[in-house]
């Protein structure tokens, strides 16, 4: 467990290399209702299952750096090879599904996430470049652009190290 305010502004940023289509999150969705077929259902549980993807809406599955609670707003989106390619647009990570089927009011360090983002306006191009995923699992090509999510109050911080961190082949 890391929590949010122990992080160094270098470290706070999610990032993540796949989008997941709507034939994906339904697959998600039907597992998600499995897996809580005998369990109590929270709201987050009944807001996942019944989501619908609208236009300013996405989900993508990312790695956390921090746990912290939801809804959240971050306002920047960075390529991690190239952090010079970066946009700002405000935009909330709404929801929160620990391992795509466990849906949670919070982000949690040390696992994989399915979050859903709502963009104030459309969503940015940068993100069109990710790899989609279509099915139950990823099997995606070597070398897919890994993008990261941050504040813009962090970036130059983060930028910074990750130019360091590129700079030695990592």
Known sequence: MILEEE???QDKYLFTD???????????QKKCVESFIDKEKSKEYEKFINWKCRSNEIALFLYTYADF????????IFE?????????????????????????DSIQHGYKHLCIFEFEEEIPAILDKLHIVKNEFSF???????????QVKDFEEIKTTRELINSRGF
Not at 141 to 150: A, E, F, R, S, W
């Open 7 to 9: 992080c160094k502004p």
């Open 18 to 28: 796949e989008r997941w289509s709507d034939e994906s999150m339904i697959i998600w």
């Open 69 to 76: 609670e939801i809804p959240k707003q971050f306002d920047c």
């Open 80 to 104: 991690l090879k190239n952090p010079s390619n970066f946009i700002v647009t405000k935009f909330n990570l709404t929801q929160s599904i620990i391992e795509g089927f466990y849906p949670s």
């Open 140 to 150: 995606f090509p070597k070398g897919v652009l890994t993008l990261g999510i941050c």
